[in-house]
């Protein structure tokens, strides 16, 4: 390659090419173990991941957040669940909708395990990764979420806002009630997890097919915890860290006590009787 060949020169080259075939020109003219260590993936044929994204009163932050999404360099879809927003969201979400991004709408309110559920069934990638509708987690992170799965190494994946990435520095409490329940749910389930409540996993498709969930609102986080630590088939684990840019209430933030409660009942409950 000449020495005057600029950026402008590459994204020329690159244009138009689909996902896989971007990465083929990075190892070719990096190396694949220098693609590796700046997060470009090479990814089996016929890949796709499905990103499913709650939505509920995001009016603020949803362009951003699809934005970020669709930047990424990663054969995806993208499910967007309208769960009864009235902020206008509602309303603005069938302009997203194309050939890679589908748009479902709830007629009630039902919580973000609800509106998950939804989106599951309309996956037809081959990982599933959540995706909350707000800043708080980044996209950009998509990489080295997926690559222990894409290595063969991993079934499913766990972000971690504690383990030594740059996150928002907010609330004592609320990073206590993580942590504690956290605690709880690893006594249940035996898993080692830093982070259980953490928005970013991803889960090989099948997984989630068979599995059958049921909680409607947080419940989902410490439900999908268990299962996956007692399902008949031994899922290998892993834990990544992520970054997180916590929101006040004033901007948005939805979790609050009652929900903390909600999830410790959740832990007892798929643990002991469901």
């Given at each position: 390659m000449s020495s005057d060949f600029s950026a402008e020169d590459l994204a020329k080259l690159v244009a138009g090419l689909s996902p896989t075939e971007k990465q083929q020109v990075a190892t070719n003219l990096l190396g694949e173990s220098a693609c590796k260590l700046l997060g470009m993936m090479k990814f089996p044929p016929g890949f796709k991941l499905s990103v499913v994204i709650p939505v509920y009163n995001e009016i603020r932050w949803i362009d951003e957040v699809l934005r970020r999404v669709r930047a990424q360099p990663i054969p995806m879809e993208i499910i967007l669940i309208d769960d009864y927003s009235t902020d206008g969201t509602r309303e603005k979400l069938p302009a997203f909708a194309d050939g890679n991004t589908k748009v479902i709408f709830h007629e009630s309110n039902q919580g973000k395990g609800a509106a998950l559920r939804t989106g599951f069934a309309h996956c037809t990638g081959t990982l599933i990764l959540v995706q909350d509708a707000d800043l708080e987690y980044d996209p950009a992170d998509y990489p080295r979420l997926l690559m222990p799965i894409l290595e063969g190494k991993a079934d499913a994946v766990f972000g971690s806002r504690f383990v030594g990435e740059?996150?928002?520095?907010?609330?004592?409490?609320?990073?206590?009630?993580?942590?504690?329940?956290?605690?709880?749910?690893?006594?249940?389930?035996?898993?080692?997890?830093?982070?259980?409540?953490?928005?970013?996993?991803?889960?090989?498709?099948?997984?989630?097919?068979?599995?059958?969930?049921?909680?409607?609102?947080?419940?989902?986080?410490?439900?999908?915890?268990?299962?996956?630590?007692?399902?008949?088939?031994s899922w290998r684990i892993y834990e990544v860290p992520v970054s997180y840019a916590g929101r006040t209430y004033a901007e948005g933030q939805k979790i609050g006590i009652k929900d903390a409660f909600s999830a410790l009942w959740c832990i007892f409950y798929y643990r002991f009787f469901d």
């Open positions: 740059s996150h928002r520095v907010l609330y004592f409490w609320h990073m206590i009630a993580n942590k504690i329940l956290t605690m709880l749910s690893n006594m249940m389930t035996n898993l080692n997890l830093t982070d259980m409540e953490v928005c970013y996993k991803v889960f090989r498709s099948e997984i989630l097919q068979g599995m059958r969930l049921k909680s409607n609102r947080f419940g989902f986080e410490p439900e999908v915890t268990a299962k996956i630590s007692r399902a008949s088939k």
